[in-house]
């Protein structure tokens, strides 16, 4: 597997590939889907150029099989201080979930943040999305206690299908 820092000219491949994985009729294939609890598109090309410039050394890391193929993966990575960095957006492409390739990518994140100085790894996860929270759990993330509102009226997210959507706050020694 290649993975690094993504280039403003894969915008577009990745948001394709982040609204395959978690929206619409496509994500069913795999298991990371929101189409219960979310409509519309996850993000787009300018959204992600928007929050790297905005989010000082945020970075997307891409996974390909092989150097100059398809991505086939990506994660948001942002510094918040203090030794701590923010995960977001993992996404494997969904025909490909059952491949080991979360984990890869995941671990590999972890390592990036850490050569990077961080000492702990953060995410919220949607609290309805309980295999996603079983992943992570798995993987050694826990439970901060602290949950977040869900962004309702931020068109950046998506078109909320349910009332009671909340972000429970996860972290992890790195």
Aim: include cysteine; hydrophobic fraction near 40%.
């Amino acid at each position: 597997m290649k993975i690094a820092p993504c280039r403003d000219e894969e915008l577009e491949e990745i948001a394709a590939l982040v609204n395959a994985a978690y929206r619409g009729e496509t994500s069913r294939v795999g298991w990371t889907s929101e189409v219960e609890l979310l409509g519309g598109q996850r993000t787009d090309a300018g959204a992600l150029r928007a929050d790297l410039t905005t989010a000082p050394g945020a970075t997307i890391l891409t996974m390909r099989a092989q150097e100059g193929g398809a991505i086939i993966g990506s994660v948001w990575l942002e510094p918040l201080g203090a030794g701590a960095c923010y995960l977001g957006m993992l996404t494997i492409d969904q025909t490909r979930q059952a491949d080991g390739l979360g984990r890869a990518l995941l671990a590999h994140a972890e390592n990036f943040a850490s050569a990077a100085g961080a000492s702990r790894m953060q995410l919220t996860v949607i609290e309805q999305r309980e295999s996603l929270i079983a992943w992570y759990v798995r993987r050694g993330y826990r439970r901060t206690g602290e949950v977040k509102p869900f962004p309702y009226g931020d068109e950046r997210v998506g078109e909320p299908r349910r009332a009671d959507l909340r972000l429970a706050a996860f972290e992890k020694g790195i």
